[in-house]
């Protein structure tokens, strides 16, 4: 099972708002990535989880704030969006994280709506 | 520095007619190499990986790439076009001695087929 879920698949949100996003995944995977999509271009990284500690944090702003609970979970935390935060955000895993070309699984992403 | 070009924006073919998605990249050392598909509003898709292995690729849906090191070269090919393949793909590498599972999408091939 190649399978990495996100929750929720639609969020519309205001910019005084929290909210959180969620991805899980039951591959053994110990890397997980979130990565922001607007559309007609690639998705860009935002964080890097391997082996539950932050190890990249592509200078995001602060009202986005990544959490990983254990091996399997990863969250998204978000607060006082932006308009241009709108965006498909999506999270992926891979096996170790360690520099091994490894493949990176996605999830189906989260479409972030900010008003 | 590491890149990714994908020559063409956008590919538009002909049911039942080859597919040919172009892809070069720039990399100091042997990189693995991925190309990964992406159907409107859905996350991304493996296509296929090259690792090194082999340089003639098969991947799922009856797609293909060929790594060509002379040519820093891995094109994206089909024999036959179906309406299922319109969709964008993103050609990406991940390039070897980096500190995590560091990826580098190019700017991405909107394929077309036309019935």
């Known amino acids: 099972d190649t399978e990495v879920t996100q929750t929720p698949k639609h969020l519309v949100m205001g910019m005084t708002n929290k909210k959180s996003l969620k991805c899980e995944q039951h591959m053994g995977h110990r890397a997980m990535y979130w990565y922001k999509q607007k559309a007609k271009k690639p998705p860009e990284l935002m964080f890097v989880y391997s082996y539950e500690k932050l190890s990249i944090n592509e200078s995001v702003p602060s009202r986005f704030s990544p959490e990983c609970p254990n091996s399997s979970l990863l969250n998204l935390h978000l607060h006082a969006l932006q308009p241009e935060d709108s965006a498909l955000y999506l999270c992926?895993?891979?096996?170790?994280?360690?520099?091994?070309?490894?493949?990176?699984?996605f999830g189906p992403g989260t479409r972030l709506l900010v008003l | 520095a590491q890149s990714v070009t994908q020559l063409d924006s956008h590919v538009s073919v002909s049911e039942g007619t080859p597919v040919l998605l172009r892809c070069n990249y720039s990399?100091?050392?042997?990189?693995?190499l991925f190309w990964y598909v992406q159907h409107p509003n859905k996350g991304l898709q493996l296509l296929l990986k090259y690792t090194s292995a082999a340089t003639l690729v098969k991947g799922i849906n009856g797609f293909e790439a060929e790594f060509k090191k002379s040519e820093t070269s891995f094109h994206l090919t089909k024999p036959s076009a179906h309406m299922s393949d319109a969709a964008e793909y993103f050609c990406?590498?991940?390039?070897?001695?980096?500190?995590?599972?560091?990826?580098?999408f190019g700017p991405g091939t909107s394929l077309s087929v036309i019935p």
């Open positions: 992926a895993s891979s096996l170790r994280g360690r520099g091994e070309g490894e493949t990176q699984y």
């Open positions: 990406v590498v991940s390039p070897a001695g980096t500190s995590y599972d560091k990826v580098i």
């Open positions: 990399s100091s050392y042997s990189p693995s």
